[in-house]
């Protein structure tokens, strides 16, 4: 199979860099390749909103507050001119969804609605009810359908294959069929999302978003950038860890700890529950840590979050959704009592290592949205910038990737990755497991969360990753697969995509171990404070031939603003 852009992943990132591509292409093929169907990917998760100084409910906002708010948000991290290009672009791109039937809420005058969000200096956050990810990915999608681009619904990436200068394409596996394929490609663009179920069963993120291209960008060679850097968001539902939005507080709800006090006016006196994402999930973990939280008959220990104040018909309009899924998840009516909460893993800062363009040290290889890191979000990503990132960056790569592929032919060979994959696979049915899948992804959960959770030291992360090597090396000696069929054999699947999330965890087990200091999401109890001097860099991690992390530094865009304390 030949293509001339292929684009790896169907959420907000890919389907914006396929509408892009499509539009900037002449007479070439673009096709999207993804796991799941395009409307399952977790884009539709996303609940809040998306960021853009549209002015529409305060007039005194701009793209220069929109940018600071940023940096300062990135605890001095993120690369500023990257971040001004996003913020300035988010206008244009709001409109061009809004005029593409993105149906946003509304204020009485007709324009789009805005509400307040963590660590946003103005009330900047676009919104549709509390499922503003669902309606860009349908809309996105529909968009797709109109243009005549060409899916490969259920395939899964394998490997990208590259002769150490350019692309010549990557190896995926039809699901429908089992048949593994190379496929030729000019150029790839990597959208596979997040990584966050590293922490298996204390996250927010679908089942699906497991790194798939971040780890393939690993194996062949390419640097990871920020890795050490994962968001937890403050809350989470205590059973389930699925997400409760950012709106919930933007709409006026109250974090409350077991004395009914609203703690977090001891944390952020001035922005209270509209803190960074950072430093509001340390607020509760340190309430929930000296006492002050509750704990259920299981042990589970989370704080309320209380939204009775705002009214039935408030709640019913503007929260629909976090309304129904508490119910659902909790057995909880938020109207009538408060809804029990906990951080929970959200939100990858970290990634492939990229240019403002998108591109990789490899020619024809780009990456977009939460799978890459640019760097937009540094060490703390704010709430409705993530919807604001994949849109933005999604429509660049679309645009880089065939003004690239314009000038270029298909790289010549590559195939015999294919038989290499075919082998691996191969083998992976032929022996017998003996332990579980199950057993050991949810060992994983728990090595990650119990020493690279919300808090770090020393001591925790080194036990943590003994025992995470120690898993790694089990997994690839006893796992298998079970299904010995080939048609969309769910067993295969899952059996790779926990070898990649493994081979992520290394990565950000490594990088953890590495920055002796608390910065943005980041934080260890043995170096509570940022230090500039030492590690103001992008942490950037590849792989040598004999298997060992390549660590090297890179240089943190400070061209804008000069690093500050971070005061909310």
């Not at 949810?442 to 090597?469: A, S």
Request: net charge negative; charged share 30%; proline share 3%.
């Amino acid at each position: 199979m030949k293509v001339d852009v292929l684009i790896v992943g169907a959420g907000g990132a890919g389907l914006y860099a396929a509408l892009s591509a499509a539009e900037e292409a002449k007479g070439m093929e673009v096709a999207v390749l993804t796991k799941v169907y395009p409307t399952r990917s977790h884009t539709g998760a996303a609940q809040g909103g998306v960021n853009a100084a549209l002015a529409n409910v305060d007039p005194t906002d701009s793209e220069e507050l929109h940018t600071f708010d940023t940096v300062k948000g990135s605890d001095y991290l993120a690369d500023q001119k990257a971040v001004k290009y996003m913020c300035f672009e988010a206008p244009r791109i709001i409109r061009e969804m809004e005029h593409m039937g993105v149906p946003f809420s509304r204020l009485n005058n007709g324009k789009i609605a805005q509400r307040p969000f963590g660590g946003a200096s103005k009330d900047r956050t676009c919104y549709s009810a509390d499922k503003m990810g669902h309606v860009m990915l349908h809309t996105l999608y529909e968009q797709c359908i109109k243009h005549d681009i060409k899916f490969l619904n259920e395939w899964f990436m394998l490997n990208i294959v590259h002769d150490g200068e350019r692309l010549q394409g990557v190896t995926a596996i039809n699901i429908a069929t089992g048949e593994i394929q190379f496929i030729h490609a000019k150029a790839v663009i990597l959208a596979t999302g997040g990584h966050s179920r590293i922490y298996w069963g204390y996250t927010s993120n679908a089942l699906g978003c497991t790194g798939d291209g971040t780890a393939a960008a690993l194996r062949a060679g390419l640097p990871l950038k920020d890795m050490e850097f994962l968001q937890f968001h403050p809350t989470g539902l205590r059973k389930s860890a699925i997400l409760v939005s950012e709106a919930a507080r933007g709409e006026g709800g109250h974090l409350l700890n077991n004395k009914g006090e609203r703690f977090m006016s001891k944390y952020a006196p001035e922005k209270m529950e509209l803190g960074p994402r950072d430093l509001v999930s340390r607020s509760i973990m340190t309430e929930i840590r000296e006492g002050r939280g509750f704990k259920d008959e299981e042990g589970r220990e989370y704080v309320h979050l209380d939204l009775t104040h705002l009214g039935e018909e408030k709640i019913k309009s503007r929260l629909p959704q976090i309304r129904e899924l508490t119910i659902d998840f909790e057995g909880i009516d938020p109207i009538k009592e408060p809804i029990p909460i906990k951080p929970t893993a959200h939100y990858a800062m970290g990634g492939i290592h990229t240019d403002v363009r998108c591109e990789t040290p490899i020619a024809g290889i780009y990456a977009a949205g939460e799978a890459q890191c640019v760097s937009v979000h540094g060490a703390n990503r704010l709430g409705g910038n993530s919807l604001l990132d994949i849109v933005v960056f999604g429509h660049v790569a679309g645009k880089e990737a065939v003004r690239y592929a314009e000038g270029t032919d298909f790289a010549k060979g590559g195939e015999s990755k294919l038989q290499d994959d075919v082998k691996f696979i191969q083998e992976l049915f032929d022996r017998e497991s003996k332990e579980t899948l199950g057993d050991l992804r949810d060992e994983l959960g728990e090595i990650m969360f119990r020493h690279f959770g919300v808090f770090k030291n020393e001591k925790e992360m080194q036990e943590g990753y003994d025992k995470l090597k120690n898993l790694i090396e089990r997994a690839n000696k006893n796992l298998a697969v079970e299904d010995k069929s080939k048609v969309f054999n769910t067993d295969l699947q899952s059996l790779l995509e926990f070898y990649n999330l493994l081979e992520i965890a290394d990565v950000l087990a490594y990088a953890s171990l590495q920055r002796k200091e608390s910065r943005g999401s980041f934080y260890r109890d043995d170096y509570p404070k940022r230090d500039d001097e030492n590690f103001l860099y992008h942490s950037m991690i590849s792989r040598n031939s004999d298997g060992s992390f390549k660590y090297e530094k890179g240089k943190v865009d400070l061209s804008l603003y000069e690093p500050a304390e971070r005061k909310y």
